[in-house]
T-cell receptor
Framework: KAGVTQTPRYLIKTRGQQVTLSCSPI?????VSWYQQTPGQGLQFLFE???????NKGNFPGRFSGRQFSNSRSEMNVSTLELGDSALYLC???????????FGPGTRLTVT | AQSVTQPDIHITVSEGASLELRCNYS??????LFWYVQSPGQGLQLLLK??????LVQGIKGFEAEFKRSQSSFNLRKPSVHWSDAAEYFC????????????FGQGTTLQVKP
């Protein structure tokens, strides 16, 4: 069974631009969660989607948004990029909310 | 507030030696606990999980962890470390079966000496 895939793997953007990251969960998994990983703050929860609905949201500004499609694929969007948004963005999928999460390889976003 | 603490930021062990990575959580009820490993530039790989039942859980790659409610701990162990175990290890939990919000510790970097 294929794992969680994330595209693109690497991204360089300029301050003020916006970016969209994509995540395809493991087949059959209906829950997708997003995390931001930085050296200073570690791994922080962004949001969780289940059955196309946002179920939980972390403590991030409204510039961070996401959505989930009917096939469980998910996207996250960051608008008006800031230098501090440079991070590894990880997507994880699970069969149900609360079950173990399997992570993708991440998207490395660099904001210049 | 829920939190996870990994007291050791960096640990160095010799190849073949035993390993124990510490994890303490702060949560009133029984948490759902996980250990993940991350190699440089990679995503996180699930090593093992604890939801309920037997407090000693076995995982992949020869790892095990023991849940101790009285100490609010979920320490990861391996009897004999291999050079390929060098990586960063994260302990995490979420508080119920209907949330996917994982709370992570700050991670422990494991270095293995030949």
């Amino acid at each position: 069974k294929a794992g969680v895939t994330q595209t693109p793997r690497y991204l360089i953007k300029t301050r003020g631009q916006q970016v969209t990251l994509s995540c395809s969960p493991i087949s059959g998994h209906r829950s997708v969660s997003w995390y931001q990983q930085t050296p200073g703050q570690g791994l922080q929860f962004l949001f969780e989607y289940f059955s196309e609905t946002q179920r939980n949201k972390g403590n991030f500004p409204g510039r961070f948004s996401g959505r989930q499609f009917s096939n469980s694929r998910s996207e996250m969007n960051v608008s008006t990029l800031e230098l501090g948004d440079s991070a590894l963005y990880l997507c994880a999928s699970s069969f149900l909310q609360g079950s173990e999460q399997y992570f993708g390889p991440g998207t490395r976003l660099t904001v210049t | 507030a829920q939190s996870v603490t990994q007291p050791d930021i960096h640990i160095t062990v010799s190849e073949g030696a035993s390993l124990e990575l510490r994890c303490n959580y702060s949560y009133g009820a029984t948490p759902y606990l996980f250990w993940y490993v991350q190699s440089p530039g990679q995503g996180l790989q699930l090593l093992l999980k604890y939801f309920s039942g037997d407090t000693l859980v076995q995982g992949i790659k020869g790892f095990e962890a023991e849940f101790k409610r009285s100490q609010s701990s979920f320490n990861l162990r391996k009897p004999s470390v291999h050079w390929s175990d060098a990586a960063e290890y994260f302990c995490a939990h979420h508080g119920s079966s209907n949330t996917g919000k994982l709370i992570f510790g700050q991670g422990t970097t494991l270095q293995v000496k030949p």
